[in-house]
């Protein structure tokens, strides 16, 4: 017992001696500094001393572990690279048209001879997966007939308790009655839209805004009206008020914490203006909530729909991004459109799998959920840090990063004459795949843009980072 306060106390010591000298650039940024094994000779302490003094400057975002390298001395966040400015797209709402672009890039992200820099994967942690592959086991064995019936809307009780449960985190207070259950956030998102729009009609989004969203206008023949976006406080209120009152806006879509691509976060009174706003004109807003548990900060952020005295936000979400893609469940509670969206899903599927809804209610009941979420919070942060100072070692001049709060994202702008189309025909020749900025607008406004997925940073993305900031280099040169 005696020891321990003074263990405790010399790592933190000399996290703070090493601490002191990376602020005194003894060492630098960039610098590689002494392996555990020389800290621990040189300093006359233990390993464990020496590690638990660079985990703690790790989370302090001092240093940073570098695969199969050593441990190296993080940018600090005056010497990184600047962020991409406000957005400015068009003023009037367009036709999208991005399926064959689209298309082309979800088949190569398929590819298992790529590596896989693009598409929005995440990290599936081999625990969880395990958890879930015996409870549908048991599922099979002790459910019998009842894991084959339908689950008519709204969907399996147990699991929207379960959700109703968790939304109190996020600010709601949800009865189970009031959610849906949907084949993941994508499903949620087109019977949102279903819901409140008919063709041709004119939807407000976030500009970039995540091409799952603008292709879905494009399958309902919607309009999509791109507002100007911040990339770290989200869409801008005024110029929405002006867009608002100009056109006939019939909803609006944001993904209020952590949007894809930008990881930009609404703060929470921005929250509340939106839907003010909203109820004014009276105006639905479809906010998706798909990556907010994925919190970088310290705690879970508030929805809009926590403001909602009208019932006109429709919140969404799923279990995509922090358990399993592939069990495809996600959810909404539309407030006052509820009755028409679970009209809307029996008539187009009648209801989501029933398997894998009961696999994740037991999932979430059983309590390792929490657990789960903060190692894989630590991970994104860790790893979306680890990538943004690759980009900021590799990338050539001119490159602009985002800084995002949340999920697994980047947003890379690149020197003004990089189309990042050309970069993704030369990238996928050098074995590499990305996403390029074009289908994140319906008018192709980010050409020089490209979304980076940091779920995870290993030796073969750095060096696969390395080579794409050559070829960037190349293509800005020509
Ligand atoms: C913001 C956002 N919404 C929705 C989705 C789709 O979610 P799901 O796989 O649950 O359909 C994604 C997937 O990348 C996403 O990034």
Redesign the pocket.
């Known amino acids: 017992m005696a020891d321990l306060p003074t263990k405790s106390l010399r790592y933190q010591e000399l996290a703070d001696r090493l601490s002191a000298l990376i602020q005194q650039g003894t060492y630098p940024s960039g610098e590689r500094i002494p392996s555990v094994r020389e800290m621990s000779r040189q300093q006359g302490v233990s390993i464990s001393t020496v590690l638990q003094a660079y985990y703690l400057l790790e989370d302090q975002g001092l240093i940073e572990a570098r695969p199969q390298s050593g441990y190296y001395v993080r940018a600090q966040l005056a010497q990184r690279l600047p962020e991409p400015d406000i957005s400015s797209p068009r003023r009037d709402p367009s036709q999208v048209s991005l399926h064959e672009l689209v298309m082309i890039i979800m088949r190569d992200s398929l590819n298992p001879g790529l590596v896989q820099l693009g598409a929005?994967l995440p990290i599936l942690d081999a625990q969880v997966t395990q958890k879930i592959n015996r409870i549908i086991s048991s599922l099979a064995r002790e459910k019998g007939l009842k894991a084959h019936q339908y689950q008519f809307p709204p969907g399996l009780m147990a699991l929207r308790t379960q959700i109703a449960r968790r939304a109190v985190n996020a600010g709601c207070s949800l009865s189970p009655s009031e959610i849906q259950i949907t084949s993941?956030?994508?499903e949620a998102?087109s019977l949102c839209l279903h819901a409140v729009c008919k063709p041709g009609e004119i939807v407000a989004t976030e500009s970039p805004c995540?091409f799952?969203t603008l292709q879905m206008l494009e399958v309902h023949g919607l309009r999509a009206l791109e507002i100007p976006t911040h990339p770290r406080e989200g869409i801008s209120l005024e110029a929405l008020e002006f867009a608002i009152e100009h056109n006939p806006i019939k909803a609006v879509v944001v993904?209020s914490n952590f949007s894809?691509p930008l990881g930009s976060q609404l703060p929470d009174e921005k929250k509340k203006a939106l839907v003010e706003l909203l109820a004014r004109h009276d105006i639905p807003l479809i906010e998706?909530d798909?990556?907010g548990e994925l919190y970088f900060g310290e705690k879970r952020p508030l929805v809009c729909k926590s403001f909602d005295t009208k019932g006109l936000v429709m919140l969404l979400s799923?279990f995509?991004k922090d358990i399993s893609?592939g069990l495809r469940i996600?959810w909404v509670a539309a407030g006052r459109y509820q009755a028409e969206i679970e009209w809307l899903k029996f008539t187009l599927s009648a209801s989501s799998p029933t398997v894998p809804q009961m696999a994740i209610a037991e999932f979430l009941e059983s309590g390792g959920y929490d657990q789960h979420l903060r190692r894989l919070r630590r991970e994104y942060a860790h790893n979306a840090n680890l990538m943004s100072d690759a980009v900021m070692r590799y990338f050539p001049e001119g490159t602009r990063l985002t800084r995002p709060s949340g999920g697994f994202v980047l947003w890379v702008q690149l020197p003004e004459n990089v189309d990042s189309l050309e970069l993704y025909k030369v990238a996928l020749q050098g074995g590499i795949t990305l996403t390029p900025g074009h289908v994140f607008s319906a008018t192709y406004q980010f050409s020089n843009f490209i979304r980076l997925n940091a779920a995870s940073f290993t030796y073969p993305i750095e060096r696969a980072l390395e080579r794409l900031g050559g070829m960037i280099k190349g293509l800005a040169g020509s």
Request: net charge neutral; hydrophobic share 40%.
């Open positions: 929005a993941g956030g994508t998102i995540y799952g993904i894809n998706n798909v990556v799923a995509s893609p996600g």
